[in-house]
T-cell receptor, first 112, second 114 residues
Framework: QKEVEQNSGPLSVPEGAIASLNCTYSDRGSQSFFWYRQYSGKSPELIMFIYSNGDKEDGRFTAQLNKASQYVSLLIRDSQPSDSATYLCAGHLYNQGGKLIFGQGTELSVKP | DADVTQTPRNRITKTGKRIMLECSQTKGHDRMYWYRQDPGLGLRLIYYSFDVKDINKGEISDGYSVSRQAQAKFSLSLESAIPNQTALYFC?????????????FGEGSRLTVL
């Protein structure tokens, strides 16, 4: 079992809808979580991070963390075709020297 | 110029050949990483280095070696390439401490082993 798991998708949503991307992790030593976006043929770029239980909002993006359930999610409100990309969840393993471990990524397609 | 530069960007080689992928950065970060990306498997950590004298194995280090020549340079070698090492390879850097989860990636090196 991978330490960070995501549904690979593809996830398809209509323009203007809420896209919900989910991630689970197995190492309770993970203290912070990062969401990266990767457009086709490009390198990943950080869009959000979260380290406290609850929600963190940044524009149309909301990250949610539930440490008891070992669950992280990313909500994208008012989805746009430009949001179509692969979204990578990553756990920061403080107990293992601070390395970042990625999930498989979820491909999101926003249809006009 | 890019902050994290990888060379070569594309390489086709044959089974058994030695290959080196190079990474240099101008961000002044101490931490550098090599990841490989395969369809459906996300990014998997090969090796990472937190300073010039520190080298650590990642999730999938077998068949790979690295060299940290300077703070700004981190090379990945495949001593004897095999076809299942065909993948997209990313070098990344980060600051230390809490912000070390924010990685800055190079543009990737696509390697094909025939």
């Amino acid at each position: 079992q991978k330490e960070v798991e995501q549904n690979s998708g593809p996830l398809s949503v209509p323009e203007g809808a809420i896209a919900s991307l989910n991630c689970t992790y197995s190492d309770r030593g993970s203290q912070s979580f990062f969401w990266y976006r990767q457009y086709s043929g490009k390198s990943p770029e950080l869009i959000m991070f979260i380290y406290s239980n609850g929600d963190k909002e940044d524009g149309r993006f909301t990250a949610q963390l539930n440490k008891a359930s070992q669950y992280v999610s990313l909500l994208i409100r008012d989805s746009q075709p430009s949001d179509s990309a692969t979204y990578l969840c990553a756990g920061h393993l403080y107990n293992q020297g601070g390395k970042l471990i990625f999930g498989q990524g979820t491909e999101l397609s926003v249809k006009p | 110029d890019a902050d994290v530069t990888q060379t070569p960007r594309n390489r086709i080689t044959k089974t058994g050949k030695r290959i080196m992928l190079e990474c240099s950065q101008t961000k002044g970060h101490d931490r550098m990483y090599w990841y490989r990306q395969d369809p459906g498997l996300g990014l998997r950590l090969i090796y990472y280095s937190f300073d010039v004298k520190d080298i650590n194995k990642g999730e999938i280090s077998d068949g790979y070696s690295v060299s940290r020549q300077a703070q700004a340079k981190f090379s990945l070698s495949l001593e004897s390439a095999i076809p299942n090492q065909t993948a997209l390879y990313f070098c990344a850097t980060s600051d230390a401490g809490f912000s070390s989860g924010e990685l800055f990636f190079g543009e990737g090196s696509r390697l094909t082993v025939l």
